[in-house]
């Protein structure tokens, strides 16, 4: 086995598109599953139970089966009900979906742990219902979830190869074609791996000085 | 409303002069049970306007529980409370956050918003419930904060403060809503013995300078006989003796309050 720099020079063009497709992944993905996220834990809260059940078996089923069956179901099956959209489009939804009802339950945790004291503090000032939410008790929950967030984003990151399967061009994608092309294999999966490692580490190192901000 | 007949059901539970001002809080019949445990067993009685009412006795005697009830963060099984006329329980919200408006608490763990400025947490309900224009709370927070002598910690963040200084945050933050009734639930239990002092007499400062009811939860005997109008002796979700500070400091007429008092002082 040689290492041929020059494929690796070949491949990098196809490489800075695959790097844009993949964060774009992340980055959708990750705004998608925190927003999610949040409006399930907050119906999961709701006083009647024909909202939470609904919300609970749903994101039960979503969280207990495989994002790769989600991707195959969203992608081939939506367009059979007339429901058409761009394959990182729908990657990203299905990426957003899947994560929320694990950052569904990052948030529960989150609220769980505010002191009830806080709660009691807001009634007897009289604030209203909502304003206790977004001022009193959300800030607090999020500062809390932070790091556990930062943890799903790196791992939304790790699982945008299997974007491939439904043709999305991520940097899997784009290596897998030009070894096919090429012949060569190791130069793209190493330069991608490479990427992988970096792009885990900065987000690591990000996500702790924005911990250590929020802690303060 | 209910009964309208002014007359206690327990008549050591008031004083003489009950008829005097009229009534401004008044429990009936209040019942307050947690599981099989019986906190609250059948309570009636009834507070003036402008008076300051001690509630003491034993750990899990239900004194705390009143002021809960009071502040509507919990519910009573059976009874009625009455606060300026208005019915708390049961009452629809919007009647609720009428009688809440009247009412302030502090309470033992002081309860700040972490996420808030000092400021902040004194202008945030006045600003948000009442209305107030916000440099008009500013300003008026700036005042309390003065008052209650932490006017150079507006930005501070209440985790940076001293126990006796948070506690001091949050009585001016229970001020700022001009309550008539302000409820105290042990509010110096969590403080080092040394900054205790320092809010006993910003509560006496308090007690002395303006009309508000008051109702304190204290384990603080020499606090309690300062500000008192009336006290009483909780033991086991009962009223067992009430009367003046004097009375029930110098002279208790019940075995259980002599030893209680005896115990603590």
């Given at each position: 086995m040689k290492w041929d720099w020059n494929a690796v020079s070949d491949f990098m063009p196809d490489f800075w598109k695959g790097l844009l497709v993949t964060l774009q992944a992340v980055a959708l993905g990750s705004l998608l599953s925190f927003s999610l996220g949040l409006v399930w834990t907050l119906l999961m809260r709701a006083p009647t139970r024909w909202v939470r059940w609904p919300v609970g078996v749903v994101t039960e089923f979503v969280r207990n089966t495989p994002l790769l069956v989600q991707l195959f179901f969203l992608f081939y099956v939506l367009p059979e009900w007339g429901l058409t959209f761009s394959a990182l489009a729908t990657g990203v939804f299905a990426i957003g979906l899947h994560y929320s009802t694990y950052t569904m339950q990052v948030y529960r945790a989150g609220i769980e742990a505010v002191p009830a004291g806080q709660w009691e503090a807001a009634t007897a000032l009289n604030l209203p219902r909502g304003r206790t939410w977004t001022a009193v008790i959300l800030p607090q929950a999020i500062r809390r979830v932070v790091p556990a967030l930062g943890n799903y984003v790196i791992s939304m990151l790790k699982d945008t190869p299997m974007l491939m399967v439904i043709t999305v061009l991520e940097m899997l994608g784009h290596a897998r074609l030009f070894s096919q092309e090429h012949f060569q294999f190791t130069e793209p999966l190493t330069v991608i791996g490479v990427a992988f490692v970096l792009i885990s580490y900065l987000a690591s190192l990000l996500l702790r000085a924005l911990e250590r901000r929020l802690v303060r | 409303m209910s009964a309208d007949t002014p007359l206690m059901k327990e008549p050591d539970a008031s004083t003489g002069t009950a008829l005097a001002g009229g009534e401004l809080i008044r429990l009936e019949g209040v019942t307050k049970r947690f599981g099989t445990n019986?906190?609250?067993?059948?309570l009636n009685f009834s507070v003036e306007p402008g008076k300051h009412v001690t509630l003491i006795g034993p750990s899990g005697s239900g004194k705390t529980t009143i002021l809960r009830l009071l502040m509507t963060l919990a519910k009573p099984d059976e009874g009625t409370i009455t606060v300026d006329g208005q019915r708390l329980f049961p009452a629809p919200e919007k009647q609720v956050r009428e009688v809440r408006k009247k009412i302030g608490m502090v309470f033992q763990q002081f309860n700040?918003?972490?996420?808030?400025?000092v400021l902040r947490n004194i202008t945030e309900a006045p600003v948000r419930v009442l209305g107030l224009p916000k440099d008009e709370a500013e300003a008026r927070a700036r005042e309390l904060l003065d008052l209650v002598g932490l006017?150079?910690?507006?930005?501070?963040?209440?985790?940076?403060?001293?126990g006796g200084q948070q506690q001091r945050v949050a009585i001016a933050r229970a001020l700022a809503m001009r309550p008539q009734v302000l409820l105290l639930d042990e509010v110096t239990s969590a403080l080092d013995p040394e900054l205790v002092a320092g809010v006993l007499d910003l509560l006496r400062d308090i007690a002395r300078s303006t009309d508000i009811t008051m109702l304190c939860v204290t384990h603080e005997m020499g606090f309690a006989r300062d500000i008192s109008d009336q006290v009483l002796m909780f033991d086991a979700g009962r009223v067992i003796e009430s009367g003046s500070p004097e009375k029930i400091f110098g002279d208790p007429e019940q075995e259980r309050t002599r030893e209680f008092i005896s115990a603590v002082l």
């Amino acid at each position: 086995m040689k290492w041929d720099w020059n494929a690796v020079s070949d491949f990098m063009p196809d490489f800075w598109k695959g790097l844009l497709v993949t964060l774009q992944a992340v980055a959708l993905g990750s705004l998608l599953s925190f927003s999610l996220g949040l409006v399930w834990t907050l119906l999961m809260r709701a006083p009647t139970r024909w909202v939470r059940w609904p919300v609970g078996v749903v994101t039960e089923f979503v969280r207990n089966t495989p994002l790769l069956v989600q991707l195959f179901f969203l992608f081939y099956v939506l367009p059979e009900w007339g429901l058409t959209f761009s394959a990182l489009a729908t990657g990203v939804f299905a990426i957003g979906l899947h994560y929320s009802t694990y950052t569904m339950q990052v948030y529960r945790a989150g609220i769980e742990a505010v002191p009830a004291g806080q709660w009691e503090a807001a009634t007897a000032l009289n604030l209203p219902r909502g304003r206790t939410w977004t001022a009193v008790i959300l800030p607090q929950a999020i500062r809390r979830v932070v790091p556990a967030l930062g943890n799903y984003v790196i791992s939304m990151l790790k699982d945008t190869p299997m974007l491939m399967v439904i043709t999305v061009l991520e940097m899997l994608g784009h290596a897998r074609l030009f070894s096919q092309e090429h012949f060569q294999f190791t130069e793209p999966l190493t330069v991608i791996g490479v990427a992988f490692v970096l792009i885990s580490y900065l987000a690591s190192l990000l996500l702790r000085a924005l911990e250590r901000r929020l802690v303060r | 409303m209910s009964a309208d007949t002014p007359l206690m059901k327990e008549p050591d539970a008031s004083t003489g002069t009950a008829l005097a001002g009229g009534e401004l809080i008044r429990l009936e019949g209040v019942t307050k049970r947690f599981g099989t445990n019986t906190v609250l067993d059948d309570l009636n009685f009834s507070v003036e306007p402008g008076k300051h009412v001690t509630l003491i006795g034993p750990s899990g005697s239900g004194k705390t529980t009143i002021l809960r009830l009071l502040m509507t963060l919990a519910k009573p099984d059976e009874g009625t409370i009455t606060v300026d006329g208005q019915r708390l329980f049961p009452a629809p919200e919007k009647q609720v956050r009428e009688v809440r408006k009247k009412i302030g608490m502090v309470f033992q763990q002081f309860n700040l918003f972490p996420n808030m400025s000092v400021l902040r947490n004194i202008t945030e309900a006045p600003v948000r419930v009442l209305g107030l224009p916000k440099d008009e709370a500013e300003a008026r927070a700036r005042e309390l904060l003065d008052l209650v002598g932490l006017a150079d910690k507006c930005d501070a963040k209440p985790t940076r403060l001293s126990g006796g200084q948070q506690q001091r945050v949050a009585i001016a933050r229970a001020l700022a809503m001009r309550p008539q009734v302000l409820l105290l639930d042990e509010v110096t239990s969590a403080l080092d013995p040394e900054l205790v002092a320092g809010v006993l007499d910003l509560l006496r400062d308090i007690a002395r300078s303006t009309d508000i009811t008051m109702l304190c939860v204290t384990h603080e005997m020499g606090f309690a006989r300062d500000i008192s109008d009336q006290v009483l002796m909780f033991d086991a979700g009962r009223v067992i003796e009430s009367g003046s500070p004097e009375k029930i400091f110098g002279d208790p007429e019940q075995e259980r309050t002599r030893e209680f008092i005896s115990a603590v002082l």
